[in-house]
């Protein structure tokens, strides 16, 4: 069962930090943040893939 519950609170972290890194890009003002932004969004670790 713990299994299961560590499974949906990686996905429930992941759904969150898309939902963090959306809002953030739609804030961006400048080209060069967006692209940092979309970078790191990119990276493997950051998604917790």
Known sequence: ???VTTSWRERRQVAR???ALDKALSR???PAMRDEL???A?????LGR
């Open 42 to 46: 990119n990276s493997s670790h950051f």
């Open 1 to 3: 069962m713990s299994s």
């Open 17 to 19: 930090t898309r939902r």
């Open 38 to 40: 979309l970078t790191m």
């Open 28 to 30: 961006t003002s400048s």
